[in-house]
């Protein structure tokens, strides 16, 4: 089945967001619901949704700071799986196409080479597990449903319930001549939220039959590796001390090695560029860079 996605309402929940606000720009006449505008955790809220009639409903809202979820498991549940809950089922209520936007860290990261859509989910922390929480609930209440598994986003919104994205963190630390300590053992495939968005929209004319499909950019290094490459292209001279993962303490663990392969979406024709090829974009987006 091929439908145009220029002949679709689509919604975008948590448009304000990092990934939400790219994917705002990319479907220029997308519906876009802030957090002011809808309350996923509200199933009444949620039925906003039925006055707008979708197509195509792509629900970002998601709690994501890994190590409050620790903290709160609540909130974690509530936003990320109860709110997964309440949009798909007003998505199966009204027949609309249901997008629920997940991560790599429901994968415990013991692979040690790149996570397929085949592979069995099997979370670490409270995060990933109220993640998968809202993956089940997408697909069991949901017929007509995409699961798109992202991973280590960077945006030029920045993510607000992380206070920007780790791009600018580096940039703005070494500028002041802070320390930088960066682990160097935990690898994880960084991605530009342009590229999702692009492909995201290209996925969406294809419309390729309902399930799991993993969305980043190809290629992957340990977040030692990316900081290094951020301060290699913008030209800034700061050392970078590598650091294991169990010498930093942080509430919640994290996956050792969670990146992703397309696997799916390259059969359908769909390639993200390199992980490299998409930093240099975002930092000349952001004005980081002058060529």
Not at 117 to 138: H, V
Not at 177 to 186: H, S
Request: overall charge neutral.
């Amino acid at each position: 089945m091929v439908v145009g996605a220029y002949n679709m309402r689509v919604v975008v929940i948590g448009a304000s967001g990092q990934l939400g606000s790219d994917i705002v720009k990319v479907f220029k006449d997308a519906i876009s619901l802030t957090h002011d505008d809808i309350e996923v955790t509200d199933l009444k809220s949620c039925e906003i949704l039925k006055e707008m009639e979708p197509n195509v409903v792509i629900n970002c809202a998601a709690f994501v700071r890994v190590d409050d979820c620790e903290v709160n498991p609540e909130v974690a549940f509530k936003v990320n799986g109860v709110g997964a809950y309440n949009v798909a089922r007003i998505c199966r209520e009204t027949n609309a196409i249901n997008i629920y936007i997940s991560t790599d860290y429901v994968f415990n990261g013991v692979k040690n080479e790149p996570y397929t859509e085949n592979d069995i989910p099997n979370p670490i922390n409270i995060y990933g597990l109220s993640k998968l929480a809202g993956e089940i609930a997408t697909k069991n209440y949901s017929p007509k449903h995409y699961i798109i598994r992202v991973a280590s986003l960077y945006g030029v919104k920045g993510a607000r319930g992380k206070g920007g994205n780790f791009v600018e963190t580096i940039i703005e630390r070494a500028k002041k001549g802070e320390e930088l300590r960066v682990v160097d053992d935990i690898v994880m495939s960084p991605t530009y939220t342009k590229d999702v968005a692009v492909a995201l929209k290209e996925f969406i004319k294809v419309m390729p039959e309902f399930g799991v499909y993993h969305m980043v950019n190809a290629g992957y290094c340990s977040w030692f590796e990316f900081a290094r490459e951020i301060l290699n292209l913008t030209k800034i001279e700061k050392e970078i001390k590598p650091v294991k993962s169990d010498e930093i303490k942080r509430q919640a663990k994290r996956p050792k090695f969670s990146a992703l392969k397309n696997e799916k979406i390259e059969k359908l024709g769909i390639r993200m560029r390199y992980w490299k090829d998409a930093l240099v974009d975002y930092l000349t987006d952001k004005g980081h860079l002058c060529f």
